[in-house]
Nanobody, 127 residues
Framework: QVNLVESGGGSVQSGGSLRLSCEYS????????MGWFRQAPGKERERVAA???????TYADSVKGRFTISQDNGKHTVYLQMNSLKVEDTAMYSC?????????????????????WGQGTQVTVSS
């Protein structure tokens, strides 16, 4: 059974930092994409960052230079380091995993029938 559990969310002031973690179990598919997505109330879900099992990260333009995605395969964990947080980064952040073909996650859109998702962790940034 595949299980993804996010942690690290919380409330922070604008300009602050948070590090999200997504610990996964029962998932050993390769090659794969794992990524962080966010959804704010009234808005569509947005892919924030993704990383291939070959370590090729990709970022949304809105977070480039501020967020860093990384993975520790030994700990079965994917991280999202978020710096210089803005009020508009406020959202529910969820991680997802899916087996893919290819060597990048640049065009990855999770397949609703194949991707695995965590429950999410809330990030709130105040001014």
């Amino acid at each position: 059974q595949v299980n993804l559990v996010e942690s690290g969310g919380g409330s922070v002031q604008s300009g602050g930092s948070l590090r999200l973690s997504c610990e996964y179990s029962g998932y050993t598919y390769n090659p794969r994409c794992m990524g962080w997505f966010r959804q704010a109330p009234g808005k569509e879900r947005e892919r924030v960052a993704a990383i291939h099992s070959d370590d090729n990260p990709t970022y949304a333009d809105s977070v480039k230079g501020r967020f860093t995605i990384s993975q520790d395969n030994g700990k079965h964990t994917v991280y999202l380091q978020m710096n210089s947080l803005k009020v508009e980064d406020t959202a529910m952040y969820s991680c997802a995993a899916e087996r893919v073909v290819g060597t990048t996650c640049h065009s990855w859109i999770p397949d609703p029938l194949a991707a695995y998702w965590g429950q999410g962790t809330q990030v709130t940034v105040s001014s």
